[in-house]
């Protein structure tokens, strides 16, 4: 159900929300359109999500998506937003070098797209990244498990942490980003179990994706739930609608009545 008393989402509400035991409901959005449809239904935070670099861009990964195309996205969103928090994705390659080149890169997203937050993938290897930015102000969002940006450390998408030590070492990095001062933490791809235990060890919400239902919120891509996308079909992934089917089907009719000459009709010219 939709917290209506909430008429700006920020990280202090995202807080409360996990001390109230409300979950918190995340979807992705890389253009105006779809962030004021997903904000004016009620969705708690919205993610300018790197993913854009496979969903609008069509690469395979998200690492070729620049700084430049992100800000672009997110500008775009924060234009049709209000109630939600805005949330950004620092791509690949802005911030794991060093903490100077981080703290630009997140600079310039705040900047110039207006956003409320970034997102950055790792955990003890971009410590002084993350607290650098933190020291200007800049909310940051963590993310642990499976991090896109490292596929091809990875090798595959399958669930991460099923052994103790990747698990272990997890549980580390959860602990150490809320330390520093993250004020959430994606956990994308794990197994259920260990989303529950790093649920319970920290004090900030964790959002899952594939993390189990003991996550304090959850969040998917908006083009996959849609079902607008057709090849990704993980099990953590649930369908609500069939948009790729919809939206053949009525250009197919727009198509035959042009090809008709059924479209315009008398009332639908000048
Ligand atoms: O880029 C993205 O959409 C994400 C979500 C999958 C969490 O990081």
Redesign the pocket.
Do not use: A
């Given at each position: 159900m939709i917290n209506k008393t909430i008429t700006k989402v920020t990280t202090h509400v995202l807080q409360e929300m996990k001390l109230k035991g409300e979950k918190i409901a995340m979807l992705?959005a890389y253009d105006y359109s779809m962030g004021l449809i997903l904000d004016q239904s009620g969705i708690d935070v919205i993610?300018v999500?790197?993913?854009a670099s496979n969903v609008m861009a069509g690469h395979k990964t998200?690492l070729p998506i620049t700084l430049n195309e992100m800000i672009y996205h997110a500008s775009s969103v924060v234009r049709g937003v209000t109630r939600a928090l805005v949330v950004v994705?620092l791509p690949f390659g802005t911030y794991q070098g060093n903490s100077k080149e981080a703290l630009n890169s997140a600079i310039r997203i705040m900047k110039e797209s207006g956003a409320g937050a970034v997102?950055m993938e790792g955990g003890m290897e971009i410590k002084e990244s993350v607290e650098r930015i933190l020291t200007a102000g800049i909310p940051v969002m963590g993310?642990l498990g499976l991090m896109?940006q490292s596929i091809h450390k990875f090798g595959t998408f399958v669930v991460r942490a099923t052994e103790d030590k990747e698990a272990d070492k997890l549980i580390e990095d959860a602990i150490l980003l809320e330390k520093i001062g993250c004020f959430a933490i994606?956990l994308?791809k794990i197994p259920a179990k260990l989303g529950r235990i790093v649920t319970e060890k920290i004090k900030i919400p964790t959002i899952g994706?594939g993390a189990g239902q003991n996550a304090d919120g959850q969040?998917l891509?908006t083009h996959d739930m849609l079902g607008i996308t057709q090849e990704f079909s993980p099990r953590f992934l649930r369908r609500y609608h069939n948009l790729y089917e919809e939206i053949k089907g009525a250009v197919s009719c727009y198509i035959d009545d042009v090809k008709s000459s059924d479209f315009p009709n008398d009332k639908e010219q000048y």
């Open positions: 992705t993610l999500g790197d993913s998200t994705d997102k993310h896109p994606v994308e994706i969040v891509v």
